[in-house]
T-cell receptor, first 112, second 118 residues
Framework: NAGVTQTPKFQVLKTGQSMTLQCAQDMNHEYMSWYRQDPGMGLRLIHYSVGAGITDQGEVPNGYNVSRSTTEDFPLRLLSAAPSQTSVYFC???????????FGSGTRLTVV | AQTVTQSQPEMSVQEAETVTLSCTYDTSENNYYLFWYKQPPSRQMILVIRQEAYKQQNATENRFSVNFQKAAKSFSLKISDSQLGDTAMYFCAFLSRRYGGSQGNLIFGKGTKLSVKP
């Protein structure tokens, strides 16, 4: 049981480049979310999904896209990286009617 | 909209002593969960303790306990017999028990950085 797997763990991008942060879970969780963590800001919700084929925006969605074609995977795409997107990114998932979220180990992204 | 406030950006405690981290929240809902997460330097988010709002009894997990005051919308974390391994960032979080839409997402406070000194 791998839980929530995020890849890569570290990434450096140049301004304007695009990339995809991967998130996969093997627990058959309906809910999946992406958060970014910045110093002094806590974790802020970027996008979330309540099931395959259903996604919606969170608090800070600009510059990011998501899709949910399967229950297991929820990739986060940076379309044109900006220095303001330098952050630590967390993916999390849970069952619909259960309270606890399981977190991935995070991705530290630096945009130069 | 719900909000979570942690008013102590940083705290320190001597090893073996007790420390309390504060958290207040704002919601119009009656059924919800509250959580404390620990984030050590490894960056992993670790669930410390969970409280269900309909339960009057305060949750405890070994050295960790909470003081849940529903009317005051307060949810503090007490760490007893502090250990060096407790050094971490601690986040308070709110989760609605309504399912569907944006209400299924965690709302975090900004965190409290706890240092345990030998």
């Amino acid at each position: 049981n791998a839980g929530v797997t995020q890849t890569p763990k570290f990434q450096v991008l140049k301004t304007g480049q695009s990339m995809t942060l991967q998130c996969a879970q093997d627990m058959n969780h309906e809910y999946m979310s992406w958060y970014r963590q910045d110093p002094g800001m806590g974790l802020r919700l970027i996008h979330y999904s309540v099931g395959a084929g259903i996604t919606d925006q969170g608090e800070v969605p600009n510059g990011y896209n998501v899709s949910r074609s399967t229950t297991e995977d929820f990739p986060l795409r940076l379309l044109s990286a900006a220095p303001s997107q330098t952050s630590v990114y967390f993916c999390a998932s849970k069952k619909r009617r259960r309270g606890g979220y399981t977190f991935g180990s995070g991705t530290r992204l630096t945009v130069v | 909209a719900q909000t979570v406030t942690q008013s102590q950006p940083e705290m320190s405690v001597q090893e073996a002593e007790t420390v309390t981290l504060s958290c207040t929240y704002d919601t119009s809902e009656n059924n919800y969960y509250l959580f404390w997460y620990k984030q050590p330097p490894s960056r992993q988010m670790i669930l410390v303790i969970r409280q269900e709002a309909y339960k009057q009894q305060n949750a405890t997990e070994n050295r960790f306990s909470v003081n849940f005051q529903k009317a005051a919308k307060s949810f503090s974390l007490k760490i007893s017999d502090s250990q060096l391994g407790d050094t971490a960032m601690y986040f308070c979080a709110f989760l609605s028990r309504r399912y569907g839409g944006s209400q299924g997402n965690l709302i975090f406070g900004k965190g409290t950085k706890l240092s345990v000194k030998p």
